[in-house]
């Protein structure tokens, strides 16, 4: 079991870049997070796109091609050996002068973390975690727009800041409209007379992997679905909510700004999606090694 660093196709125990490069410099970079399902890096084909939406938002040309990534991806991942893994893929703008623009990097660093996968707490999942509605609003989508997984998570750092103050394991942004956005790493969803309830991409998030399969589960299985805009206060009305994310899947939200939802426990509706997306995981990602980007 090993942590390992592959910086442009070399794997190191431990890697440093340039104190000059952008991403440092100026958060300008572009990041993925991937977890393994039986040793499988699951939903591959759908970071890379992802990724690719990113860099071409910034104006980054990304020097692999997906096929590149997945073997070095796979590389990495044997490498390090463990029994699960934790992939972040960073590509940054690279080394240049120290100055906003970035015409003096010529060339993109790309980096895959591969380290030990480490679970969430099982009483998360049991009981449910607490999650408080913060100050700090959700990036304006016309000024650096959530949908892109840029390396510039401050606004989100400083929501998960106010969290901590609050005792709340995460944060729920608004937007400036005043609209329900998401918590700083996963995407909310609740539940009201029956139907599930999420913020539509136009709310200024990051669209999840996570949150496209839950959606595409929730529909497959006939539950209603309902993506909008909405204020605090219906989500202050829910039966059930629950956070979405590729480490921690599902997880149910039982307790928002100190107050319990409903009878403080994780709600029929969760539980199934919980267990829909396991079977998913188990099915897709069960024991034989797959070949090519899945
Ligand atoms: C702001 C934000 N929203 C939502 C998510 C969940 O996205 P995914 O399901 O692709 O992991 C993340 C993941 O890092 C995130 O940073």
Not at 89 to 110: K, Y
Not at 116 to 142: C, M
Not at 220 to 248: D, R, S, Y
Request: charged share 20%; with cysteine; glycine share 8%.
């Amino acid at each position: 079991m090993s942590t390992k660093i592959n910086l442009n196709g070399q794997i190191l125990e431990d890697a440093s870049i340039s104190v000059f490069d952008h991403g440092f410099l100026f958060g300008d970079s572009i990041y993925e997070v991937i977890c393994t399902h039986n040793g499988q890096p699951c939903f591959v084909k759908e970071h890379l796109h992802r990724l690719r939406q990113s860099a071409f938002a910034i104006s980054l040309s990304i020097p692999l091609s997906d096929e590149q990534f997945w073997q070095e991806i796979q590389r990495t991942v044997r490498e390090s050996a463990n029994p699960e893994s934790y992939i972040r893929i960073v590509v940054t703008r690279g080394v240049g002068e120290i100055d906003i623009d970035p015409g003096s990097c010529t060339r993109p660093n790309v980096l895959i973390y591969v380290t030990p996968l480490k679970a969430y707490p099982q009483e998360d999942y049991e009981k449910g975690i607490h999650i408080a509605l913060v100050s700090i609003k959700r990036n304006f989508k016309e000024a650096l727009n959530p949908g892109i997984k840029t390396g510039n998570y401050l606004n989100n750092v400083l929501a998960k800041l106010e969290a901590n103050q609050l005792g709340a394991k995460d944060a729920l942004m608004l937007n400036s409209m005043g609209y329900l956005t998401e918590c700083t790493t996963s995407n909310i969803f609740f539940i009201r007379e029956g139907r599930i309830m999420t913020p539509s991409l136009e709310c200024g998030i990051l669209d999840g992997i996570t949150r496209q399969v839950i959606l595409r589960l929730a529909r497959e299985n006939g539950f209603l679905l309902e993506e909008g805009q909405w204020p605090p206060e219906e989500i202050q009305l829910a039966e059930e909510a629950f956070i979405t994310g590729t480490l921690k899947q599902i997880m149910p939200v039982t307790l928002l700004d100190g107050r319990l939802i409903k009878d403080g426990k994780p709600g029929p509706v969760t539980i199934k999606l919980m267990s829909l997306y396991h079977d998913l995981l188990e099915k897709e990602y069960g024991q034989a090694v797959k070949g090519s980007v899945s």
